[in-house]
């Protein structure tokens, strides 16, 4: 059964740090990775999606890199700001093409 | 392009009545997905439709929990009897199983409270 593991369960920094936020998934036999924000009360929000034959994934400040032979995956936030402040949760997808979601990491920026 | 749209946003019922949540996917999308999402929790599939065809509902509590996906474009999550445990955020999710990455895009949710 795949568990996805988010380590630490909360953030909080000053604006304008560069983030590193981890994931991890038990069974490398995944098709492909999602990451996701959560505002307070709202739906989720697709931030970047890597296939399972890539390495990385880039759309404007952030950047996702996936090792599926470890069984990592890292979000990268460079100079943070306030407005970043939610939940990131990353996904695998498995043959089956449901999501297994990690419990999220909760981010706050700090102006 | 309009989004995955829900209803109703938020939901109070008293315990043992009954509550519907319906779902409009992204126009194209072939594939369906109902998550449940428990407060701290990430999201854990309900069923998945692909077209009208209910393809994986192994985590579907079908003793009071039913979903339908008629003519393969909207679908309707209902509970009969609520229960306290019910308590939740409802995501309706829908993708093109035509891609190569399948990426998903989520709806904002309906959020339920049984009292």
């Known amino acids: 059964k795949q568990e996805v593991t988010q380590i630490p369960a909360a953030l909080s920094v000053p604006e304008g740090e560069n983030l590193v936020l981890n994931c991890s998934f038990t069974d490398s036999a995944i098709y492909n990775l999602q990451w996701f924000r959560q505002d307070p009360g709202k739906g989720l929000t697709s931030l970047l999606l890597?296939?399972?034959?890539?390495r990385e994934q880039t759309s404007g400040r952030l950047n996702a890199s996936l090792d599926k032979s470890s069984g990592r995956s890292t979000l990268y936030i460079a100079a943070s700001q306030p407005g970043d402040s939610a939940t990131y949760l990353c996904?695998?997808?498995?043959?089956?093409?449901?999501?297994?979601f990690g419990k999220g990491m909760k981010l706050t920026v700090n102006p | 392009e309009a989004g995955v749209v829900q209803s109703p946003r938020y939901k109070i019922i008293e315990k043992k009545q009954p509550v519907a949540f319906w779902c409009n996917p992204i126009s194209g999308h072939n594939t369906l997905y109902w998550y449940l999402q428990n407060l701290g929790q990430g999201p854990e599939l309900l069923i998945r439709y692909e077209n009208e065809e209910a393809v994986d509902d192994s985590q579907l509590p079908k003793d009071r929990f039913s979903a339908e996906r008629l003519k393969g474009v909207d679908s309707t999550l209902k509970i009969q009897p609520a229960e306290l445990g019910d308590s939740a955020v409802y995501l309706c999710?829908?993708?093109?199983?035509?891609?190569?990455?399948?990426?998903?895009?989520f709806g904002p949710g309906t959020r339920l409270t049984v009292l």
């Open positions: 999710a829908s993708s093109f199983s035509g891609t190569e990455d399948n990426e998903q895009f």
């Open positions: 996904a695998v997808q498995g043959g089956s093409e449901k999501l297994v």
């Open positions: 890597i296939q399972s034959s890539q």
